[in-house]
């Protein structure tokens, strides 16, 4: 396998959208075997629906097809367009997209095993001065990832992230533009860390929708000290970290809202703003909306600065 074989993009997205593609030099190179015989192709990009390629000479718009990978992964599908400097092939069967990125990464010598870039869209935080904001991945290496973010980020700013089920991770601004910005990693992700995490985000499941909690929309809606909060945090369960914004709290219970279901009494470690860390104990989960009691009640003085927290800037 060569060295551009590494250079495909692998994305968890799970679409197929005939776009542009990019030179050959930033594609696996493979094969797609048809009815007339078997031609050379460069693959730029593979979703569990299809793939982005090019080819060389005609070819026409739902031609059945088998495509090959250098790295023994093989699909059967149809090809989507008649351009062949832009096509998508389906599969006819959905691809598991991080068996095909091990597969990938065990063809390699171990020297040379370094993992694709990976095209995801998740949830983060990102933890700036003394701002923590939220921002959704675009794409995802060992070294840093691109992001799309409102927050007001500087070049050379340090910062600290928090994916979902990973331990934070410290990285520095490299650039920004029109929404979005690349962080490079202080140290980076071996992709003994990143396999496990990726087949974590691909079989994860998006919150159930329930039904509204009893009686009025927020439990603390009632509380006299509750304080309503818009803020971007994280919780630690064990040694992972899964990112949650605090809707509203009051010294004794705090709502938040998070993509992970954590069960009735599931203690976690609550990071909250301008204090740090603070256990909790789930006594409600609905979906992605959670209900937890403090273990130890927040004092006056910590309410306090909740409060100029909460205040708009």
């Known amino acids: 396998m060569s060295g551009s074989g590494r250079s495909a993009i692998f994305s968890l997205s799970g679409g197929l959208d005939p776009v542009q593609p990019g030179s050959g030099e930033n594609a696996a190179h493979g094969r797609l075997i048809g009815s007339t015989g078997a031609r050379d ?38 090809v989507v367009g008649d351009n062949p400097d832009a096509l998508a092939f389906r599969f006819d069967e959905p691809m598991d997209v991080v068996a095909a990125l091990a597969r990938c990464l065990a063809a390699l010598p171990a020297e040379r095993r370094q993992m694709p870039r990976i095209e995801l869209r998740q949830r983060l935080c990102i933890r700036h001065g003394e701002e923590v904001d939220f ?19 500087r070049v050379g700013e340090a910062v600290e992230i928090t994916l979902d089920g990973l331990r934070p991770i410290a990285g520095e601004i490299r650039w920004t533009e029109r929404g979005q910005a690349g962080i490079a990693f202080a140290e980076e992700l071996g992709w003994q860390v990143l396999m496990p995490w990726l ?3 691909a079989n994860r499941r998006p919150p159930v929708a329930q039904e509204p909690m009893a009686g009025s929309a927020s439990p603390l809606g009632a509380v006299k ?23 509203s709290l009051s010294n004794a219970l705090v709502e ?8 009735p009494l599931c203690g976690l ?23 937890a009691e403090f273990r130890l009640p927040l004092r006056p003085h910590e309410m306090s600065r909740l409060s100029e927290a909460a205040r708009p800037r």
């Open 41 to 78: 192709c460069f693959v730029h990009r593979i979703t569990s629906a299809g793939a982005t390629l090019t080819v060389t000479g005609p070819i026409t718009h739902g031609e059945r097809a088998t495509m090959e990978l250098p790295f023994g992964v093989s699909a059967e599908g149809s």
């Open 135 to 153: 921002a959704w991945t675009r794409n995802l290496s060992p070294a840093g990832l691109g992001v799309e973010t409102r927050a007001a980020l």
């Open 199 to 201: 087949r974590q985000v």
């Open 225 to 247: 000290n509750a304080i309503k909060l818009d803020a971007a945090t994280h919780v630690r369960s064990g040694s992972s970290w899964w990112n949650a914004q605090i809707t």
């Open 256 to 263: 938040f809202e998070s993509d992970t279901e954590f069960a």
């Open 269 to 291: 470690w609550l990071s909250l703003p301008q204090i740090g860390g603070w256990p909790i104990r789930v006594i409600e989960c609905h979906g992605a909306r959670h209900v």
